[in-house]
């Protein structure tokens, strides 16, 4: 059961884009300056947590790593982030179940989700994305 979930984190085939702007605003309630600033904060966190995860895997700290997929995992739940939020779920679940072995045969499924993310912020104005003029701060 387990070579299942790794195959599903690592074959997972998602045709929407690495952000859904209409799934964002639902989430949100359909307030743009509520979804605006949930993904943006997803966004401002992403190199440095996958960094995190990075280091924390090369030393074996499962319980660490495990801590960040689960904060990337909520995280997700709030943003329009669909293949972020199955991804970061299931390697939740595993190493919730300790399933050390099978999280690290899928890890690259989520640094590929984290970069897609970042790509796709380049050279996007998310203000004008959810129809704002940029915040005065």
């Known amino acids: 059961n387990t070579e299942k979930i790794s ?3 690592t074959l997972s085939n998602f ?12 989430l949100s309630n359909h307030k743009p300056a509520l979804a605006r600033d949930m993904l943006k904060m997803l966004i401002a966190g992403i190199a ?8 924390a895997m090369a ?20 943003c329009g982030v669909p293949r972020l939020k199955y ?8 190493f919730q179940k300790h399933l050390h072995e099978e999280a690290k045969s ?5 640094y590929s ?5 970042l790509t796709w912020h ?9 129809g704002l003029t940029e915040s005065a701060t």
């Open 87 to 94: 991804i970061s779920g299931l390697l939740d679940k595993l």
């Open 122 to 130: 380049q050279n996007k104005n998310i203000d004008e994305i959810f």
């Open 113 to 117: 989700a984290l970069d897609d993310i």
């Open 7 to 9: 195959e599903r984190i």
């Open 59 to 78: 030393s074996e700290n499962y319980e660490e790593a495990g801590e960040i997929v689960h904060k990337l995992y909520g995280s997700s739940c709030y």
């Open 15 to 26: 045709e929407s884009s690495s952000v859904d702007i209409a799934l964002c605003l639902k």
């Open 106 to 110: 899928a890890i690259n499924s989520l």
């Open 48 to 55: 440095e947590e996958k960094q995190l995860i990075i280091d």
